[in-house]
């Protein structure tokens, strides 16, 4: 039977009645106002809620925005509610600046004690209601780059891994929020392995490396070196901050990096296909481009920038519908060479 449906972005957001996400905040963070009125009191012996889920998301991100993506309400949303609390703390909480969100030592002390709090209430939630969610249905997160490329063309091998199972896929590179039951997994590229509340098992180190169109590189002057590299048109994910930390492992300080700034991962690898410059991908994400001749790969680089790792909260690992994805995803991805 196949059964697996497709969703992106906040399209698959969860959302309880009145709190479907939109772009303003308008529906979804209604009801966290509402809950604590349009300019929250500051006494009684606990912040409202809210605001804590708010500050943890911040917390966790690094963003406001996107702290305002994972809860499903607008980044203004966010910001007011991280501002409620530091009035009814009377400490300021966050600082911002050119590299985002940061937590001051207050921030810091209360982030250590929210999140756990909040992993917790996830914990104890999956241990009494495992097998609700999990009856007949994955919903898995994935990074959308992995997604679009390497588990699209893998469905019937999953599917045919999981049976009857209805897999339900949102690309999207935010981390779930398993106490809101946002995902029962997902796949992730992060540098390390996230801890409490989820458990993280390895799949692959990756390999990262500059890809670009052959068309494109005909109308460049050669790329034979990082100098080289540095100066062409470079193609970022959210910023510049990856190109320069790919330079810096390879061994060369690169100065201003020009070129455009895409949202994901997966735009970039795009806009390398379009002929708009140089990309950062991974073998995962440009063998086959590599192999239709599509794409090329520059330089001779071995740098790694993190791994894929798939997470869940620890109850879901006990569940047959988790261990039997694992499993396949090793199958799959993990027994690769990590430089391939």
């Known amino acids: 039977m196949r059964a697996w449906e497709f969703g992106h972005g906040k399209d698959m957001a969860v959302a309880g009645p009145g709190n479907s996400p939109s772009d303003d905040g308008a529906s979804g963070s209604e009801d966290m106002d509402a809950a604590d009125g349009a300019e929250p009191a500051l006494g009684g012996r606990l912040p409202p809620l809210s605001m804590l889920r708010a500050f943890e998301a911040v917390g966790r991100f690094s963003s406001m925005r996107k702290a305002g993506e994972a809860l499903g309400v607008s980044h203004t949303v966010v910001s007011r509610h991280v501002r409620h609390l530091e009035a009814w703390f009377d400490l300021h909480l966050v600082t911002s600046g050119a590299r985002g969100v940061r937590l001051t030592k207050a921030g810091a002390r209360l982030f250590e004690v929210t999140t756990a709090a909040f992993g917790q209430i996830a914990e104890i939630t999956m241990e009494l209601r495992p097998a609700q969610h999990l009856r007949g249905q994955l919903r898995l997160w994935c990074a959308p780059g992995l997604a679009a490329r390497w588990l699209t063309p893998r ?76 100066g062409q048109k470079l193609v970022h994910e959210d910023n510049a901050s990856q190109w320069h930390r790919f330079f810096r492992l390879a061994g060369y300080r690169a100065a201003t990096l020009k070129g455009p700034w895409l949202w994901s991962a997966s735009s970039t690898h795009d806009a390398a296909l379009a002929g708009q410059g140089v990309a950062l991908s991974t073998s995962l994400q440009a063998d086959a481009d590599i192999a239709a001749g599509r794409l090329v790969e520059l330089l001779d680089t071995d ?38």
């Open 155 to 230: 469905l019937d091998a999953l599917q045919a891994a999981l049976r009857d199972t209805i897999i339900v896929v949102r690309a999207t590179s935010d981390q779930p929020d398993f106490a809101r039951h946002d995902a029962d997994a997902a796949i992730i590229f992060a540098e390390k392995a996230p801890t409490s509340p989820v458990m993280a098992a390895l799949l692959q180190r990756v390999r990262i490396f500059p890809v670009a169109s052959p068309a494109w590189l005909a109308t460049q002057a050669p790329i034979a070196s990082l100098a080289d590299l540095a």
């Open 303 to 340: 740098v790694s920038l993190g791994s894929y790792w798939l997470i869940a909260p620890e109850a879901r690992w006990r569940h047959r519908t988790i261990s039997t994805l694992l499993k396949w995803l090793r199958q799959e991805i993990g027994e690769r060479p990590s430089s391939a």
